[in-house]
């Protein structure tokens, strides 16, 4: 009976090993996520691969962008071949999966796109190759703007990266909603009160519209963070890091008020219905769907949105920058400058583990000069790094675009911390941000919920309350 | 999934040494063609397990500094995980979903099913039968794409409702413990069922007859005779059910991604956001030693309770 019990409690046992085994492969098996494509990491001298973000409707601008840069370059070096390796992945799986490939040498592909709030980590992790001396040569360096140079330079001068768009953010306002509310066009609201209250007027006034549209959700992942949390926060009187003291603000007065904005348009019914907007496609279906049937009031979003209505986008509207207008988002009670706005973007990165690394650095060469570049930025509505293209009058006079208006957010606009710690703290954000906005949590206990995690994962002598 | 063939490693291993020992020569022999499959679970096996158990105890991350200068903790992970009330109302959900869904769902489902199924006709089983082995059969994936379009927005099941004029709700928004419990029971009950198939087939007739003859009822004879027959089985049913449904990831993360909010964040969810989406691989490697121990006292709190002998 003793050696039944011995034989059941290790089979047991064992069953549960492979139960808690099952769940960590991946975290010992280094890049075996990443495998989808095996042919991948370019074992021959003559391939490079180039990875980046394939998600929602077509056209995919940065896929045609490098396609066209590949062809290029392809004609200038006889015998290369440029693969392209889309990753079908919403962002947040996308840095995931993108971290895991270039963990190892087999997977991790010769050129990466990288966001730049990734950028100080995946550096520090050892992904990504200093580009310092590459740059230095390139007389082209000289063209990018010193406010996107710092986006992919660490806090120790390292370059991991070539930017290649940035952005702004901002309101957008339905100008017939905002007739039929009564409201007035052009709109300028001057604090956090104006937003609520040309809200509750569309939400009184015109029925069946969203009368305030932002991202809430953990599914959405960085959008909710910049687009939604730090677009308010920015616009108190707190930050999120403390850079004189090298100290994350954890618990702050704006950290606090700011939770309790969201939380006032989704206890009230201000926003979008929650299933509309916990999920991954919620940036998708506000763009390309509730937009277009005219069916939000204002949303918070990026300069970049009306590349989605233009004729060769994804949901064509060529009335969506009359219908839809952008105005700068207010600081919380108006005080100085007056307005708040993010700044972000992408760069061009090559993996640490490349082993085409001079070929790849020509690549990131041919994808970034002026003409390549701006073709990118133009059909995607992204805000340009490079100074020639910003004067140049064919992207200024772009139609269908806010190049403009977006453009002089720039005047006021704020970078995320330059820290290789903040992807995790931004999940941290998100997780707030959501339970504030399903009603799980109250903005205080979200706030000191946020605290213990980041104190957590940063440790707490690296935290600060104000 | 592993389960079964775990089992059966481990008993040859046991009886091997034994016989080892008695026929020497033949032994060795037999431990030299062994080798192969030891050095195959060493490396495949035991090696990721060992290396799981050690970053439990280190910060090792997705990204980051600490990603490339790993750092050994102690019991630090643990320490705050305790700490973390997200944590807490993740073992919660992990146990609502583990009573609803496997301990009431698939295991009387099954059991229930099993019993009806040996007592009706041929017709009746192969209807029954197809369409309850229809669930097991479908890939967890599958599962979870049929339950999103049947619970989603205006999906199949609002549409159904619509026939008798009761109005759409989000049921994966609404009720979303409930839509996963629903979706797993659906996909899983057909093991149970035919573990318990081949269970009842070994209560004597004779037995159940001469209780009959007793003047023993349904329920008594369910109850007195056919119960304590296959208890063995309801115990073995129970602790697999239970690690399976422990590890569930697939079908709760593509119905819900563990939300709204944290409503169906099980263990496994929260494990992968950590390790993954929070790039906190070292503390979510620690989340998964906790999922291996609730495993395990699950298995013995079942096997207590049935007093199973062993």
């Known amino acids: 009976m003793a050696k039944r019990l011995i034989g059941a409690v290790s089979s047991i046992a064992l069953a549960g090993l492979v139960l808690g085994g099952c769940g960590t492969t991946p975290a010992s098996g280094s890049g075996g996520n990443g495998s989808s494509n095996s042919s991948s990491g370019g074992g021959s001298s003559n391939t490079i691969t180039v990875a980046y973000q394939q998600f929602g409707k077509p056209p995919y601008f940065n896929e045609e962008w490098l396609q066209q840069s590949a062809k290029a370059f392809e004609k200038d070096h006889p015998g290369v071949t440029v693969k392209l390796e889309p990753i079908e992945a919403s962002e947040n799986d996308f840095y995931t999966k993108i971290d895991l490939m270039m963990k190892s040498a087999s997977t991790a592909p010769d050129v990466v796109t990288e966001d730049t709030f990734l950028i100080n980590a995946d550096g520090s992790a050892g992904y990504l190759q200093p580009l310092n001396d590459d740059v230095n040569n390139w007389s082209d360096w000289s063209q990018f703007s010193d406010a996107m140079k710092s986006g992919s330079t660490s806090n120790d001068g390292t370059i991991y990266g070539v930017p290649y768009s940035t952005d702004t953010r901002g309101l957008y306002y339905d100008v017939n909603i905002f007739k039929k509310a009564g409201l007035p066009v052009p709109w300028n609201p001057k604090n956090w009160n104006d937003v609520i209250n040309a809200a509750k007027a569309i939400k009184a006034k015109v029925p069946g519209v969203i009368p305030f549209y932002c991202q809430v959700g953990k599914a959405t992942g960085e959008a909710t963070t910049m687009q939604t949390f730090e677009m308010l926060l920015y616009g108190t009187n707190d930050t999120l890091y403390d850079t004189k003291t090298n100290k994350w603000i954890v618990q702050s007065p704006g950290f606090l008020d700011s939770l309790k904005f969201i939380q006032t348009i989704y206890s009230q019914n201000l926003g979008p219905s929650l299933s509309t907007v916990l999920n991954a496609q919620a940036g998708n279906t506000e763009v390309q769907e509730l937009m277009p049937k005219q069916q939000i009031g204002i949303a918070i979003d990026g300069n970049w949105l009306p590349g989605n209505w233009l004729s060769n986008g994804a949901s064509p509207w060529p009335d969506g920058t009359k219908d839809y207008q952008l105005t700068a988002m207010p600081t919380e009670n108006g005080q100085a400058p007056g307005y708040t706005s993010m700044s972000g973007g992408w760069a061009l990165s090559i993996s640490k583990l490349s082993k085409n690394q001079k070929l790849a650095w020509e690549f990131i060469q041919t994808a970034c000069n002026k003409q390549n570049m701006e073709w990118y930025d133009i059909n995607q509505g992204n805000l340009t790094p490079r100074n020639d293209i910003a004067s140049d009058s064919k992207y200024q006079n772009a139609p269908g675009q806010f190049f403009k208006e977006a453009t002089s957010f720039t005047k006021f606009t704020h970078f995320r911390p330059a820290n290789s710690q903040y992807p995790s703290v931004s999940t941290q954000i998100q997780t707030a941000v959501e339970s504030v906005a399903t009603g799980a949590s109250t903005p205080e206990q979200a706030m000191q919920q946020y605290t213990n995690n980041v104190q957590r994962i940063v440790g707490a002598g690296n935290t600060e309350t104000k | ?310």
């Open chain 2, 1 to 310: 999934m592993g389960n079964a063939s775990v089992d059966v490693v481990s008993q040859p291993s046991k009886s091997k040494s034994k016989r080892g020992f008695r026929a020497g020569h033949t032994g060795w022999r037999a431990a030299l063609f062994m080798l192969p499959s030891w050095v195959l679970l060493l490396v495949f096996f035991f090696v990721p397990i060992l290396l799981t158990f050690y970053f439990a105890f280190t910060n090792l991350s997705l990204t980051g500094a600490s990603s490339a200068a790993t750092q050994f903790v102690g019991f630090r992970n643990f320490a705050s995980m305790f700490a973390d009330p997200t944590f807490r109302i993740s073992v919660l959900k992990t146990i609502i979903f583990l009573i609803f869904s496997a301990v009431i769902g698939q295991q009387v489902l099954g059991l229930l099913l099993a019993i009806l199924m040996n007592e009706r006709n041929r017709v009746f089983r192969s209807v029954i039968g197809v369409l309850v082995l229809a669930g097991w059969v479908t890939p967890e994936i599958v599962v979870a794409f049929i339950f999103f379009a049947f619970f989603s927005n205006n999906g199949t099941f609002d549409m159904i409702l619509g026939w008798f004029h009761i109005k759409a709700i989000a049921w994966l928004y609404t009720f979303p413990m409930v839509s996963v419990v629903v979706a797993n029971i659906w996909h899983g009950t057909a093991f149970s069922m035919l573990v318990y198939q081949a269970a009842l087939g070994d209560v004597p007739k004779e037995i159940l007859e001469s209780a009959e003859i007793d003047g023993a009822g349904r329920f008594q004879r369910l109850f007195r005779v056919t119960l304590p027959v296959i208890k063995g089985s309801i115990a073995t049913n129970m602790v697999l059910i239970t690690l399976q449904t422990l590890g569930l990831f697939t079908l709760i993360y593509s119905l819900t991604g563990g939300g709204p909010g944290n409503k169906t964040e099980t263990l496994p969810i929260y494990m992968y956001q950590q390790a993954f989406s929070d790039y906190q691989l070292g503390y979510g490697t620690a989340i998964s030693l906790i999922l291996l121990v609730i495993g395990i006292i699950a298995s013995f709190v079942y096997m207590r309770m049935l007093k199973i002998e062993m």
